[in-house]
């Protein structure tokens, strides 16, 4: 059978019809029963098909492309092997699509924790600058043990700075917002208390020691 000579007898029997056969298909859808489902289903299956024809006269490749079409979904509806073949292709589209998809979140991911490493870096730099450590460190429980040394030293360093440090800091933050014969006054006093204190001290050492100037 030649499918394209047939084809082109079509065309040739009906360059002479009128096209109202086909155009009319439009006024014969709008009057279909619609009380006999079974009746409507038939009269749209035949506009439909009108409707096939009339792009086959206008072009014949159209129905070698119908055919085809129509027996490559047979062979894939009736064909186990590619049944299984389509079947192993939507899975490793799916897997791949899945993979994709936590590689964005993983990098995602990495990003944030990276973030949060440069921040933590930022605001406790000093701390990190006193172990020697001039970047950011990506582990918690680094972070948490260094920060907790540091915090250890603080407390020692604070302890022995209220004896010594504070006080005189304390003094002459005072002392430098008074002016006169004032601001000369608070040192004089300043400086014998400071030397009651130490004498204090090395006594109650030496009497510690069992020296005892006083007899």
């Known amino acids: 059978m030649d499918l394209m000579k047939d084809l082109k007898q079509i065309i040739n029997d009906n360059k002479d019809k009128p096209t109202a056969s086909v155009e009319m298909t439009a006024d014969t ?3 279909l029963p619609q009380t006999d489902s079974t009746q409507a289903y038939e009269s749209a299956r035949a506009v439909a098909e009108v409707q096939a024809t009339k792009e086959i006269v206008a072009d014949p490749t159209t129905a070698v492309k119908v055919k085809i079409s129509e027996r490559i979904a047979k062979r894939i509806d009736e064909s186990k092997e ?3 073949k389509i079947d192993a292709t939507a899975d490793r589209i799916t897997e791949k699509d899945l993979q994709a998809e936590e590689n964005h979140a993983d990098a995602a991911i990495t ?3 990276n973030g949060k490493s440069e921040a933590d870096f930022e605001k406790n ?3 990190y600058l006193y172990h020697g450590i001039d970047h ?3 582990e918690k429980w680094k972070r948490n043990l260094l920060l907790g040394i540091n915090n250890f030293w603080f407390v020692l360093f604070a302890i022995a700075s209220f004896f010594t440090i504070v006080p005189i800091s304390t003094f002459m933050c005072r002392v ?3 002016k006169g014969i004032v601001k000369g006054f608070a040192i004089t006093l300043g400086v014998l208390c400071l030397l009651a204190v130490i004498g204090g001290i090395t006594y109650a050492i030496l009497r510690a020691c069992g020296v005892n100037f006083f007899g």
């Open 111 to 113: 990003r944030s924790e």
């Open 176 to 178: 430098k917002a008074l």
């Open 82 to 84: 590619i049944a299984a």
């Open 136 to 138: 950011k460190i990506a």
């Open 125 to 127: 730099k000093n701390e």
């Open 29 to 31: 859808k709008n009057n």
